[in-house]
């Protein structure tokens, strides 16, 4: 049972290249969630899914699309990466949405753009 | 609307000592609070939660939090520090819903031999 995994763990792109980020999970949550991470901000949501199929943005989406193609994989894609989209990406993952729900983390990955 | 300030962004303590880390919050709801850990270059482990059952919660490694809601606080607690709780501490507010963990900006605690 490994969890929630990402990968990459490190990315160095140059500003205007795309790339994808692959969170997978094995503990059949229906709920995923991507967020970034900067200094001194905390983590802020940038999109979720409530379901295989299913997208929704969070408090930061802008420059960012995700897709939840199956249960188990939620991918982050960044069309054409900007120097302000440097930070650290978590991906988590949820049985439920209630509040009691734990959200479990994946280990990061960490992004610059140049 | 749902937020978190956590009032220290850095503690230091010998090892040893104890440990305080201060959390306020603000929520129109009956919220779930949730504490995580962040060692460096690590990802986030789940250290406890309430979820308006007993409002002392006992977590890993011995910390412990208490929720107060006259206060609107949940602040997290260990009695004696050790030196692998080096880590940044987050807060952490639930309301439920899709989209609504609201975190905290972090707190870095420090530990001295």
């Known amino acids: 049972n490994a969890g929630v995994t990402q990968t990459p763990k490190f990315r160095v792109l140059k500003t205007g290249q795309s790339m994808t980020l692959l969170c997978a999970q094995d503990m059949n949550h229906e709920y995923m969630y991507w967020y970034r991470q900067d200094p001194g901000m905390g983590l802020r949501l940038i999109h979720y899914s409530v379901g295989e199929g299913t997208t929704a943005k969070g408090e930061v989406p802008d420059g960012y699309n995700v897709s939840r193609l199956k249960k188990q994989n939620f991918l982050l894609g960044l069309e054409s990466a900007a120097p302000s989209q440097t930070s650290v990406y978590f991906c988590?993952?949820?049985?439920?949405?209630?509040?009691?729900?734990?959200?479990?983390f994946g280990p990061g990955t960490r992004l610059t753009v140049l | 609307a749902q937020s978190v300030t956590q009032l220290d962004s850095h503690v230091s303590v010998s090892e040893g000592t104890p440990v305080l880390l201060r959390c306020n919050y603000s929520?129109?709801?009956?919220?779930?609070l949730f504490w995580y850990v962040q060692h460096p270059n690590k990802g986030l482990q789940l250290l406890l939660k309430?979820?308006?059952?007993?409002?002392l919660v006992k977590g890993i490694n011995g910390f412990e939090a208490e929720f107060k809601k006259s206060e609107t606080s949940f602040h997290l607690t260990k009695p004696s520090a050790h030196m692998s709780d080096a880590a940044e501490y987050f807060c952490?507010?639930?309301?439920?819903?899709?989209?609504?963990?609201?975190f905290g900006k972090g707190t870095m605690l420090l530990v001295s031999p």
């Open positions: 952490v507010v639930s309301e439920g819903g899709y989209s609504t963990l609201t």
């Open positions: 988590a993952s949820s049985y439920g949405a209630a509040s009691t729900d734990t959200q479990y």
């Open positions: 929520s129109s709801y009956s919220p779930s």
């Open positions: 309430y979820t308006s059952a007993a409002t």
